[in-house]
């Protein structure tokens, strides 16, 4: 079969790797409906996370089950599935816990850019739809799996509340997806920092009543300006950059809240400043399996269309093309349609 | 009148003042019925916070109303009265979330080692109660004041429910009252790190389950051995040292939560170890007046008694000898009878 491999930073090519097949009985393989490039694909592009021998790429899929290990009964064979970039067997500590993402047995995806993909952990991670989704919907089930789950997640860790104000830091999909979830949460003020027109507008079509243009200290002023002079009761960070979790600190209120879910890159919070802040903060790898029901009803009856956030679609054999995309900033998000 | 005084480290003196009295018209004097001595005053006793100049102590107080200012409605001269470290309007936007203790024109008491006291923002802070209260009540309603209200807020912001495991970092007032305040929300089992003989014996006596004497990752390890091997759902930090807040973070579990209590000093959480680790994380000083009530009527009640916390008795004039007792620990915490 063919996929996505990294050779060395701006060096992603397709072609032949091994099969995906069963390894252990716990284990699916699925042939891949669609798939895509993550913002975070982009950290061993740039070169940022080094390289250091040729690999597979990509943690995103929906597809249709293709063959089932022995202690599989959850899926069975030609269901389209919807997952998560992280594998868990839904019946540890953890995952009772409803934190899947800290599955005992967690395996982080990481082959997903291919044809055919080998799903760990498959019996507690897929969730197969009822019928075969009309294929105009694959993207949004597909945004489901990761950047929808994820910004779900920092909805939730930031606590938003039906009628509370929220401020979403970070317009890459993740973010897009964070104003959807503020939105379907009940959020009644959403802020989306953002500097780009396009983003802005599509923030706007998902819910966000306001837009921030100002970074750093001066964003902060205009939230503040926007809060009765306290601050916001929820802020949802999706950078994971020192600069981003300082504004996202800031912005919120006295007793609010700040969910964190860009992986955070040389930060460090200090104590007695979050102390007297009396903020709030929890992030962490988003818990997509505990969402994906639910949020797989909503993309299903047409409550959210997550899908948007794709602005370019090539074939998965122009997967070095995506990245190229993503990384000039050409696009948001890039589908891949093997 | 008279009251202590600090001069340099370990240098505290019960000597003549000015007169404690109305400045502004939210303002109300107090004469103390009894204070005491707060581990945080050793910060300065031990010379670890500079003393530049000499200035009043004290900061938790409980007492009979002398005289109130225009502008207080609320309390009459005769009641007796609960308070707080932090002085609060109650009515600005941080007091209606909650959050008195960020009050926007909070005042921070500063002078209560003293005969009498002026509480600023008296509307807003003060509690009387009913009738005058037995002496021997005194004590727990004075814990309330300041080292109950901030054992029950690291409850609270550690999020203890019913049947919940609860473990409690530091063996101070706080950690002690802590303990109460984790019994009294419902924890199943509650985990006190405590290397002291007399300190495990209370914790025991207000509601502990368990005691662990080793600290650092020994203890991490047996706080993990008493919690299903992944953690305990609250994790009360009631020290405020790099130590002692590692401690706490690595004790909780993927979605656990740590509430900080106690002021940290040279702090930093790296932020992408927070992120893998699935805990929140929330502290700051105490909205004690969001508790007073509730705390004071279980005191009232008999339901808890904070009172234990005082296990050193001495007339007001003698503050120099609190200081010392505490400092040398023979004592866990001062009480002080003008």
């Given at each position: 079969?063919?996929?996505?491999?990294?050779?060395?930073?701006?060096?992603?090519?397709?072609?032949?790797?091994?099969?995906?097949?069963?390894?252990?009985?716990?284990?699916?393989?699925?042939?891949?409906?669609?798939?895509?490039?993550?913002?975070?694909?982009?950290?061993?592009?740039?070169?940022?996370?080094?390289?250091?021998?040729?690999h597979?790429?990509?943690?995103?899929?929906?597809?249709?089950?293709?063959?089932?290990?022995?202690?599989?009964?959850?899926?069975?064979?030609?269901?389209?599935?919807?997952?998560?970039?992280?594998?868990?067997?839904?019946?540890?500590?953890?995952?009772?816990?409803?934190?899947?993402?800290?599955?005992?047995?967690?395996?982080?995806?990481?082959?997903?850019?291919a044809?055919?993909?080998?799903?760990?952990?498959?019996q507690g991670?897929?969730?197969?739809?009822?019928?075969?989704?009309?294929?105009?919907?694959?993207?949004?089930?597909?945004?489901?799996?990761?950047?929808?789950?994820?910004?779900?997640?920092?909805?939730?860790?930031?606590?938003?509340?039906?009628?509370?104000?929220?401020?979403v830091?970070?317009?890459?999909?993740?973010?897009?997806?964070?104003?959807?979830?503020?939105?379907?949460?009940?959020?009644?003020?959403?802020?989306?920092?953002?500097r780009?027109?396009?983003?802005?507008?599509?923030?706007?079509?998902f819910?966000?009543?306001?837009?921030?243009?100002?970074?750093?200290?001066?964003g902060?002023?205009?939230?503040?300006?926007?809060?009765?002079?306290?601050?916001?009761?929820?802020?949802?960070?999706?950078v994971g950059?020192?600069?981003?979790?300082?504004?996202a600190?800031?912005s919120?209120?006295?007793?609010?809240?700040?969910?964190?879910?860009?992986?955070?890159?040389?930060?460090?919070?200090?104590?007695?400043?979050?102390?007297?802040?009396?903020?709030?903060?929890?992030?962490?790898?988003?818990?997509?399996?505990?969402?994906?029901?639910?949020?797989?009803?909503?993309?299903?009856?047409?409550?959210?269309?997550?899908g948007?956030?794709?602005?370019?679609?090539?074939?998965?054999?122009?997967v070095?093309?995506?990245?190229?995309?993503?990384?000039?900033?050409?696009?948001?998000?890039?589908?891949?349609?093997?």
């Open positions: 079969m063919r996929g996505a491999v990294i050779h060395a930073p701006g060096d992603v090519r397709f072609e032949t790797v091994d099969d995906a097949k069963i390894l252990k009985p716990t284990d699916a393989v699925i042939r891949t409906a669609v798939t895509c490039v993550c913002g975070s694909d982009l950290w061993p592009y740039r070169g940022v996370v080094p390289t250091g021998h040729a597979p790429m990509g943690h995103e899929y929906v597809g249709f089950v293709e063959e089932v290990g022995s202690e599989v009964t959850a899926v069975r064979p030609g269901q389209f599935v919807v997952g998560s970039f992280a594998t868990s067997d839904n019946t540890c500590a953890n995952c009772r816990n409803g934190f899947q993402s800290s599955c005992l047995n967690r395996e982080f995806m990481s082959t997903c850019q044809e055919y993909v080998r799903i760990p952990n498959a991670t897929l969730v197969a739809t009822e019928d075969i989704p009309d294929e105009r919907l694959w993207p949004g089930l597909l945004a489901v799996s990761d950047v929808l789950g994820t910004g779900w997640w920092a909805a939730d860790a930031a606590e938003v509340k039906p009628g509370s104000t929220a401020v830091v970070g317009d890459g999909a993740v973010g897009l997806c964070a104003v959807i979830a503020a939105k379907e949460l009940g959020a009644e003020r959403i802020i989306a920092m953002s780009h027109e396009s983003r802005q507008k599509l923030a706007l079509e819910g966000a009543t306001d837009i921030v243009s100002e970074r750093g200290e001066d902060v002023a205009r939230v503040k300006n926007l809060t009765d002079g306290i601050g916001a009761d929820s802020v949802l960070e999706c950059t020192e600069q981003s979790m300082r504004q600190l800031h919120a209120r006295p007793g609010g809240n700040v969910g964190f879910v860009g992986v955070p890159h040389d930060v460090a919070v200090d104590g007695q400043e979050l102390f007297y802040s009396h903020v709030g903060l929890r992030g962490g790898p988003a818990p997509v399996r505990r969402y994906l029901p639910d949020l797989i009803d909503r993309v299903l009856t047409g409550s959210v269309d997550p948007k956030v794709f602005d370019l679609t090539l074939p998965l054999e122009q070095a093309e995506g990245y190229r995309a993503m990384d000039e900033r050409r696009a948001i998000k890039a589908l891949l349609k093997p």
